[in-house]
């Protein structure tokens, strides 16, 4: 069965180090979702693509978050510096247009 | 921001008891979808209703989508232990592509 793939499942930095992680979408779905999740709470949207364009990035903190997805399929997530307030759950989803979203097991994230 | 907002928050029940939990939702939709997350994993999606439908089945699961009240609700029959996780609804808002999550209801069910 297809499945979107992150890595690494867990991450601890320290602050103001550099941070990237991975996800590789379920092959054929242009729409890509990065989420950030914080304990007890939602998933927040970060940055969503449709193929290798960004269609929303209206909450992804510029100043220190990028994102790609050179090909339109895997993709990258970055933090630099990282900060405390940072450690939650990094998750990452695709789909096909106007459908239910796929989403990977997350990257754990500590920031000490 | 949050466009769906579950009630109520957390939920205790006995297996085999049934498990409502609601959606309220902000702006127009193209569908909502429900989601179901285990501790520390990531999100299951659950069914998915488009927002010309009013009522969908799947198994133990039965989802309702009242669109000029803005809202749904999750109906979990015959509640079992392995049920216990937080439910999540999302939308995907008409004229745009972001899927939007509430904050969740966290389910319990003790056996």
């Known amino acids: 069965e297809a499945e979107v793939a992150q890595s690494p499942r867990y991450k601890i930095t320290e602050k103001s180090q550099a941070v990237a992680f991975w996800c590789d979408p379920i092959s054929g779905h242009a729409t890509l979702y990065w989420y950030r999740q914080i304990l007890g709470q939602g998933p927040e949207l970060l940055v969503q693509?449709?193929?290798?364009?960004?269609?929303?990035d209206s909450q992804l903190p510029k100043d220190r978050f990028s994102a790609e997805r050179l090909k339109g399929v895997d993709s990258t997530l970055k933090i630099q510096p990282a900060e405390l307030g940072d450690s939650a759950m990094y998750l990452c989803?695709?789909?096909?247009?106007?459908?239910?979203?796929?989403f990977g097991q997350g990257t754990r994230l500590t920031v000490v | 921001s949050q466009q769906g907002e579950e009630d109520p928050q957390a939920l205790s029940i006995q297996e085999g008891e049934n498990a409502t939990m609601n959606c309220s939702y902000k702006t127009s939709i193209n569908n909502l979808q429900w989601y179901r997350q285990n501790s520390g994993r990531g999100l299951v999606h659950l069914i998915l209703?488009?927002?010309?439908?009013r009522e969908k089945h799947s198994g133990r699961l039965r989802v309702t989508l009242d669109t000029s009240k803005k809202s749904s609700s999750l109906l979990i029959t015959a509640s079992r232990a392995a049920d216990t996780a937080s439910y999540f609804c999302?939308?995907?808002?008409?004229?745009?592509?972001?899927?939007?999550f509430g904050a969740g209801t966290r389910l319990f069910v003790k056996a």
């Open positions: 209703i488009r927002s010309n439908e």
């Open positions: 999302a939308t995907d808002a008409t004229g745009g592509f972001k899927t939007i």
């Open positions: 693509f449709q193929d290798e364009s960004v269609v929303d």
């Open positions: 989803a695709s789909s096909l247009e106007n459908t239910e979203a796929f």
